[in-house]
């Protein structure tokens, strides 16, 4: 019986591998660098505490002296080396990064996840309601995709810190900027969601679950939202990339997180003070870093979306 | 056909209201007028003539009324930060802002369409994988960095390229423009490039996307059958079917161009009406946000509805004229 | 004996696919005589389609020619340089496709599709050739040519689109033309008269024709001869009339067995046990052993080629001999 189920299992997973999705993957040895590159920044982010070897943010460490040291070379003063060198204020490149990768990560995931949600619920009660609900928020929608979302953030995030007292806007910053990048993304999801869930609406089994009398909330969950997943997982990735580099631009625009708890984008907007007097590591690896995890990103989003179009196969 | 334009219309000033009123609750809701205006130290009295005067206190739906009849005369009031009327501050920056915009689009466009053409009539070619990868870096690097990184290649390593500002400009009537000087024509390049990067890259995206989809249609095959050359059906057929949707999403693009300008000319130090907004939004200066809103709101509403008219131009299936559903 | 229009010699077309290579057409040989109708059927799957797109040069990629050959009037088609082939296309091979809808350029007007393709193939000038256009178009049907001839494919209904399909395809008069489902597309009522349409424009230049369908119907009414096509092999060839009163291949059998007629008496139409196998599957042997009444062992193991039967008709059966149950 263990054995029977053992070989279950097995099969589970050579079928797994030999699938279409899974097959498509092992082809692309690009995307495969890509997913591999965004796990690396992601799990460094997120142990960033634990593996950064100096705290940035910790003036008690900090040392002036130390200020402007380049990458790999022994600081003239304590002999210190760093691996990326220091910035104007003596802290360790490297490990402004990780928490600079971070603060943009937290930001990135959480505002697509606002979007998502919010996008998904849009989409489901335009669905499932229609009539002039249906109408409205769809209008709503096109008026809000003619617009570029990062002016649209900018907006949110200029109101909001306007209705926020002084004292709060710095502790508050960082979710008003999570909700005004979550609030110009969500249109895509809503879209797909409702396109997706009004087909499955028409379809029988759904009619006749109404009829039996299930509460529709119970229908749209159980039966009409795991068959949309697939197209919001593509739209969530790419959306991801999209909320990564908003949160940077808005950083560096210096409207985006505070200046104690810097992003990869605030990292960057301190570097380019520094192009023209030769400290070029400053800015160059943050932008790096930057452009890897939008770049990976994006690869495994592009990857995603051809491999789940069943029209290309 | 004029049903169809008079509805349109009819839309666009729905949509200009319905911003209008957006704006207008920021410019009177959002943070106290008379404070920032008197500042502390005036009396109560002056606040409550300061107020009158404003008309803050008729009824809300007639302080929109007026609100939204001196924006259509021009008057957004004064700016909190730099005590200016705000529509002289706009006016003034605007031929900065709409020739990058211009230069860039134009340059996308072109661009985009020839490398998107090319890589989609050479799918497996090695320079078409080349171009779509370094188009995938183009879609993942933000406006600012591919600024900052050609500021730090053009500008400080090889000194060909000035990093900021506009160059020397010269007026023709109330139009200032940088493109008649050599430093202006300098200065323009890089901040062009810039914006128009990631618009070329969709572009591009967007055209082979969009023919590749057109190529694989009965009529395509049909021309081949009846043997149309291949330039014929490549430029012919296929092209003339891709461009319509193309040109309504590039002719969308360019208003997005104008609202991308904020991020170009804050790297760029080019003085245009996007550096004005980032400021206003950075000082939470209410009337110059308000009235960047309605402008913007003004160039995307009457884009949307040339490409609107274009759209139905182009394509001859929209234009129910006559039916002549005989057998 | 004239000679044949069309030779095709032991055709073989291989899909190459991630599960390896698939064998679409194997060893497919037949021949059409000037001003002769042969009628291709099959079910949905068989490779019919793949055989008119093999001929023209117009296959699709992952497909591709692997073997056999394709004459013209006893030259060699099949491994032309490219711009050859084209130049055959149109002028000496004429296609119609299914779905008269989609195989009109929609952003075109008739005129400009038919006066582009004329050129293609006759030094005309602009003027001569909207008089031949017209020409044409009176020629297949279409009632008021010299006003409808401006008019866009989306002004006309299914079957006048067809015939429109068929002045395009016909125009530079090939002395080959391969008609691929030309009717399956439309009305009942309509289809009897593209039919007849085809056929009476082919007589008139004497053109050979092949007629692909899977609607034995049409093949009845139409075809001189006919050529049955089982998991990209022939299974039966000769001339209707023949094979309709007496099909030798099992195959055969049961498609003619279930074909509902008025003078018969069963109760119920005959059906075939099983499905056509997957081109990944294709059984040892015959192709249709797992399906055949009368299999033998050495029907499991070899398989059978198109063997001459009577005069003017082949079987690639073992069992040809045998006599059948509805005899």
Redesign the interface.
Known sequence: MQLIKMRDRMNFFTNAWDSDLVWSFRQAPLVMVAALMTTVIVLAAVLAPLIAPHDPFNPATLNLMDGFTPPMTPNAMSGQVYLLGTDNQGRDILSTILYGARISLFVGFSAVLFAMVLGIFVGLVSAWRGGWIDSTLMRVADIQLSFPSILIALLIFGVARSLIPVAYREQMAIWVLIVAIGLSDWVQFARVVRGAALVEKSKEYVQAAQAIGVRPSRIVLTHILPNVMGPVLVIATIGLALAIIAEATLSFLGVGVPPTQPSLGTLIRIGQGFLFSGEWWIILFPSLTLLALALSVNLLGDWLRDALNPKLK | MTAYILRRIAQSVIVMLAVGLVAFSLFRFVGDPVATMMGQEASQADRAELRDRLGLNDPVFIQFASYMARAATGDFGISYRLQQPVLELIVSRLPATLELALISGFLAFVLGITLGVYTALNRTGWWSGFIMTTSLIGVSLPTFLIGVLLIWVFAVELQWLPSFGRGETVDVGFWRTGLLTPSGRASILLPAITLGLYQMTLIMRLVRAEMLEVLRNDYIKFARARGLTDRTVHFGHALKNTMVPVITITGLQLGSIIAFAIITETVFQWPGVGALFINSVQFVDIPVMAAYLMLIALVFVVINLIVDLLYYAVDPRLRVERSHATH | MTEAVLSVRDLRVEFST?HGTLVALDGVSFDIAPGEVLGMVGESGAGKSLTGSAI?G?LEPPGRTTGGEILLRGRRIDNLPASEM??????RI??V?Q?PL???????TIAEQLI??IR??QSLTASQARLRAIELLDRVGI?AAAR?ID??P????G??RQRV?IA??LC?DPELVIADEPTTALDVS?QAQIIDLIKEICAEKGAAVLLITHDMGVIAETADRVAVLYAGRLAEVGPTQDIIRDPRHPYTRGLMGSIPTLTQNATRLVQIPGAMPRLSDIPAGCAFNPRCPNVTDHCRTARPSLMPLQAFREVACWQADKEGPND
Do not use: C, Q
């Open positions: 991630r023209i117009l084209r130049g055959i296309r149109g002028k004429g296609m496709f779905d989609t195989s009109l350029n929609p952003l075109y582009e393709t293609t193939h009632p409808r008019d866009y989306h002004h006309f209904s079957g006048m399909v395009l395809a530079a309509v």
